[in-house]
């Protein structure tokens, strides 16, 4: 499963730290704020559909749910606005960086004071966006099925690529495909675990170990950051390597 082990390396590892921290329901309830301002019928909005499920996924409490959906009804939910920002991180790394601010200045300004302490900067928009595809992905653990029963599966369900080995399945799709491929295959092998709408690289760049920690703090800081929805990478970090940084 290369794809899964170079794209998941970085991505898997912010996962776990997001739940660790507990920010990862700020992140969700922001998602899913924004999603039902285009209406909180779940069957006519394909986001808030995709936002419901992840925080499903995440067993977020049914309350928090249903209460940023009333204050969406009520007109009342937060204004947040979406931004993406595009960088460069040491060793010419290419990081798309996606927020949701209800201050531009301030989440403007906090990430690129990480991109410089860090050895990087702040691009224009699209200055390294197109080293990257947007698309769907989608994780099983290797027990829910065997490698076979996933591939044919995903490709019924309109899948473009399955990835499988010892540690899991990885599903990709295009992004008009991403909810009708995830809710085919849940209601075949149960909740994913995880399930998202990400920006996959082309390629990715080995990070040598003399870069790598820089690297790893300056993803730090901005998972850290409270406005931070999404960090995707194009670097990928040897295990051995990361073992050692701990």
């Known amino acids: 499963m290369a794809g899964h082990s170079k794209f998941a390396n970085i991505k898997h590892r912010k996962g776990a730290q997001d739940k660790k921290r507990a920010k990862i329901f700020t992140r969700l309830i922001k998602e899913l704020a924004v999603a039902a301002r285009s209406g909180t019928d779940a069957a006519s909005n394909p986001r808030l559909r995709t936002a419901l499920a992840a925080a499903r996924a995440a067993n977020m409490p049914k309350d928090n749910i249903e209460r940023v959906l009333k204050k969406a009804e009520g007109g009342e939910g937060d204004n947040y606005e979406e931004i993406r920002y595009e960088g460069y991180g040491p060793g010419g790394t290419a990081f ?96 994913p675990e995880e399930a998202e709408l990400t920006w996959r690289p082309q390629n990715t760049v080995q990070a040598e170990e003399a870069q790598a920690g820089t690297l790893l703090k300056l993803l730090d800081a901005l998972d850290d950051n409270d406005d931070v929805q999404n960090v995707s990478a194009n670097f990928e970090i040897d295990d051995a390597v990361l073992a050692r940084l701990g």
Do not use: C
């Open 96 to 191: 798309i960086v996606e927020a949701m601010t209800d201050n531009r200045n301030r989440t403007a300004s906090e990430v690129r004071a990480a991109f410089s302490k860090y050895g990087g900067s702040l691009g224009e928009t699209g200055s390294v966006s197109f080293l990257f595809d947007k698309v769907g992905q989608i994780s099983w653990p290797a027990a829910a099925a065997d490698a076979d029963t996933m591939f044919e599966a995903a490709l019924e369900a309109g899948a473009e690529e399955v990835e499988s080995d010892a540690s899991g399945h990885l599903i990709t799709t295009s992004p008009a495909d991403f909810n009708a491929v995830r809710e085919a295959l849940e209601d075949r092998f149960g909740a």
